[in-house]
């Protein structure tokens, strides 16, 4: 009885539910935003057109020959064999239409391998598990991370509601920014396993392999927020690397080359900056949560048997050159941080490790003495 009158509430929760998840769902490709997308969504459409046609006339012939031809109106099946017409008819035909999908088919895939004349190029790596971009005309290179908020719901025991943060798990810290109307190349490759990168809108996916290089290109032809994810199972954290990308008209994109790179240089300079420990330790903690959190958790308590805990590690506790070697080498499973991080930001989650999380080393490092391996 209980049960029951449980129903229609739980019953409406799951319609509920599958509205929520389903709000943009169509049954359909979508067009995409980009000359690529569009002519890969026209090939789709026109291969489609052309099995509902094959769909109907075979179908038509079938049913009207089952009904009308049937053994209680006393029909006899005719005996033929080797009817050349008949075969020729079913060799051209079905050729014919091959023909008629394989030309646009193989237009589409000679464009998208086309990345002659392109305006600008931007290397993508693929890193567990973020991505890292490179602006190879203007010099701009940084890493995209997965979002704080994102990042601190997606925590075990987090106790945040998922559909209470904005685009969860589709979010990012420093999305890539490019411009509209260009032809953009991207150049992709992965820095540990293979990854792939995934922007359904820009119509194609990549994966990022170690050791080589591959490439793409993109017009995106409206300004916009176009979101993806890593598409290749890349280990524990595969599901927390989306991508973002900007698209801006060429004025703002310009105006963001320029930003970026007066940040830049602002955090250059902070390289030879003497950083109080309070700095270091705000700064820290930020590092802490977007570089190592997800394996060593927000805790520091770390997994047991799979994560060392920094709570009370004897690293976090020993001397600090070697601590700080670690986060710039790396250790077993652990990457190399000694290019995704700045020297500051070494400093600062180092010193951060050795004084909270419960641990009292007391001690601190400043960025001068960090070497640079960016
Ligand atoms: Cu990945």
Redesign the pocket.
Known sequence: MKKLKQLPAGFLFLIGWINAAHADYTLNLTKGVTSLSRETYAQHMYVMWVCIAIGIVVFSIMFYSIFHHRKAKGAVAAQFHENTTVEVIWTIIPFLILISMAIPATKAMIDTYDTRGADMTVKVT?Y??KWRYQYLDEGIDFFSSLDAKSNEARQLGSHIEPGSVPNYLLEVDHPLVVPINKKIRFLFTGADVI??WWVPALGWKKDTIPGYITDSWANIEQPGVYRGQ?A?L??RD?GF?PIVVVAKTDEDYRQWVSEWKEQHQVAQEDTGKELTKEELMSKGQEVYNTSCAACHQANGEGVPGTFPAIKGSPIASGPIGEHVNIVLKGKGMMPPFGEQLSPAEVAAVVTYERNALGNTAGDSIQPATIPSNR
Request: one cysteine or more.
């Open positions: 693929g567990q598990w990854h792939a890593c290749e890349c280990g595969h690397m």
